[in-house]
């Protein structure tokens, strides 16, 4: 008998896309497992997320109760947390397994004391999980190293790409969807970054090295940026402040088939993160055959493969180098893309429903 799963996501009002593509992603994997597992999505409504302190009280009160509830009417059940700033979710009942996707606020703190002090509460939870899920080997080691959980429940649990969305196609395809990158692309070089304004994600980094570019090297680069728009939030705000120029194609949040047609449309990934977990836009990039230039940085050595380029983090004079290689010489570009599409064909969600309905079951034995 297949034992009961009950799921419990992060809060909408979270405003975390990258979490919330990546729990419909493994929801969906699991539904279409040959063993699927019969799978309860809990979590609270979210009518008081708007007043203050309404999301505190939803997260850290209201979601452990409604749990503990659940768990009562569906008796033996394994609970799982899709995210480790949930981790106080693992005390409201066992066997719990929880997703680990990063550590960066323990790596490298720089969120403000009293909020640390609140995450840290909440990822102290994991200590009592009978498996966490990291989403890389890197995060693993540190998973052991920071939070001192034994090897033994701790597994790598590495993120997938939906191939179907993110594949090569022929660019007529690509450029039905995105008109404004394909008349670019007749005239300038696109370098594609997908991601957050986080500080951890290095866009002066990045900008500098496009500037570097431009006015040193002659080449015609444009910026394409996919994620939250500049300006619209404090850590594009902090970015503006640095005084670096920012002449880019900023196209906003994207659906995934969006996202993948500008892989297809663009001349390079640059992802110069100073810290990653994991690295999905990397793998959905070389999977559309993109190649990329990544920074030599927690775990994207291990998720680019060889199918990337490195620079030292920080290093923006590093990052024109790599690209200007990716962007002038053909028969590197070639290679790059063979590489890339085969370590991006590792990573399926088909494997990663394999291995987390075994995971289910040895901790419901």
């Known amino acids: 008998m297949k034992m009961p799963v009950l799921f419990a996501p992060v809060l909408r009002s979270e405003g975390w896309s990258s979490i919330h593509l990546q729990t419909l992603d493994i929801l969906t994997a699991l539904r279409a497992h040959p063993n699927a597992p019969a799978i309860t999505v809990v979590a609270p409504k979210e009518t008081l997320a708007r007043i203050p302190g309404g999301k505190i009280w939803l997260r850290?009160?209201?979601y452990p109760r409604l749990l503990r509830s659940a768990a009562s009417r569906i008796g033996s059940c394994v609970l799982h947390v899709s995210d480790h700033s949930y981790g106080h979710l693992c005390h409201a009942h066992r066997p719990v397994v929880v997703n680990c996707n990063d550590l960066h606020h323990i790596v490298r703190p720089e969120l403000p004391a009293g909020q640390l002090a609140r995450w840290t509460t909440r990822v102290r939870g994991l200590l009592v999980a009978d498996r966490v899920l990291a989403i890389s080997n890197h995060l693993a080691d540190e998973i052991r190293s920071h939070l001192g959980i034994p090897a033994e429940r701790v597994v790598a649990l590495p993120g997938a790409v939906d191939h179907r969305v993110f594949r090569e196609s022929p660019e007529p395809e690509a450029s039905g969807m995105l008109p404004l990158l394909s008349a670019l692309r007749?005239?300038?070089l696109l370098i594609l970054h997908v991601g957050t304004n986080h500080p951890r994600k290095d866009l002066p980094t990045l900008l500098r090295?496009?500037?570097?570019?431009?006015?040193d090297r002659r080449l015609p680069v444009k910026l394409?940026?996919?994620g939250p728009r500049l300006g619209t939030d404090p850590a594009s705000r902090q970015l503006a402040a640095s005084g670096v120029p920012t002449p880019v194609v900023d196209l906003g949040a994207l659906n995934p088939a969006a996202v993948a047609a500008a892989c297809r449309l663009a001349h390079v990934l640059a992802f110069p993160s100073y810290y990653e977990g994991f690295g999905r836009p990397v793998l959905e990039a070389q999977a559309c055959g993109l190649p990329c230039v990544l920074a030599a940085a927690a775990s994207l050595p291990e998720v680019g493969g060889e199918g990337s380029l490195y620079h030292p983090p920080g290093d923006h004079e590093a990052l024109a180098d790599q690209l200007e290689k990716v962007l002038t010489d053909q028969e590197l570009r070639n290679r790059l893309i063979v590489a890339g599409r085969a370590n991006a064909s590792r990573y399926t969600w088909e494997k990663y429903a394999d291995k987390l309905t075994a995971i289910y079951?040895?901790?419901?034995s």
Do not use: G, P, Y
């Open 60 to 62: 850290d009160v209201s």
């Open 186 to 188: 007749k005239d300038h």
């Open 209 to 215: 090295a496009m500037q570097l570019l431009r006015e």
């Open 224 to 226: 394409v940026k996919i």
């Open 361 to 364: 079951r040895e901790v419901s």
